[in-house]
């Protein structure tokens, strides 16, 4: 299919470099202030599957710091969340620097979200589909709920884009992300800074 393998590479390096120019007098005084509250670390980076279950190092701004309770454990993720790091998240600031893996060629635009390492086994067969293109920065489950849904409807939402992966889908997924930016809808789950951990499908 022409637009999955050759328009759509070609459309996502071009839109992540304008993007990356255009926004670079917002995200250039945000990196200082991020690297000031955030002890000289603006980027979070970690290890996430891509297409295939290829590993690469995801990139986002850093919303939350690392303080810690007397045992040396994290603090919850909202008692982490600072105060630059929820207008980043709320205007969803946070995920420019993917741009970066769009141009590296990690991720796409649009598709299913690239998730934590350790969750790969406790995937069934049907939700690894969701490996089978580029994670996105946006995607049909973002579009659909965010972090306000289930794992098991993320996971079919994923799925059924892969399944149905064309231009206009795309097209469709990007007015409504910015519609969801716009009204800084689905941001967290009830009660959460983050989705909760995936603990398999019962």
């Not at 979200?113 to 490996?131: F, G, I």
Request: overall charge positive; proline content about 5%.
């Amino acid at each position: 299919m022409i637009y999955r393998s050759v328009i759509k590479p070609i459309f996502d390096a071009v839109v992540a470099l304008l993007v990356l120019i255009c926004s670079s007098p917002v995200t250039i005084p945000v990196t200082i202030i991020l690297w000031i509250v955030n002890d000289r670390k603006p980027f979070f980076v970690q290890a996430r599957p891509g297409k295939n279950e290829h590993i690469f190092k995801l990139i986002k701004f850093k919303t939350m710091n690392d303080k810690k309770d007397k045992e040396g454990n994290l603090l919850s993720d909202a008692e982490r969340l600072t105060w630059i790091g929820k207008l980043v998240r709320k205007t969803s600031l946070d995920e420019i620097p993917q741009m970066i893996n769009v141009l590296k060629g990690d991720m796409s635009l649009i598709g299913p979200r690239p998730l934590l390492v350790q969750y790969l086994p406790l995937y069934s067969a049907e939700q690894k589909k969701r490996h089978l293109v580029k994670p996105g920065i946006t995607g049909w489950a973002q579009v659909n709920g965010r972090n306000n849904i289930s794992w098991e409807q993320k996971f079919n939402l994923d799925v059924w884009y892969v399944q149905h992966l064309n231009f206009l889908l795309d097209i469709k997924i990007i007015w409504l992300t910015i519609l969801n930016i716009l009204k800084s809808k689905d941001i967290n789950q009830e009660g959460h800074a983050t989705m909760p951990f995936f603990k398999g499908t019962e």
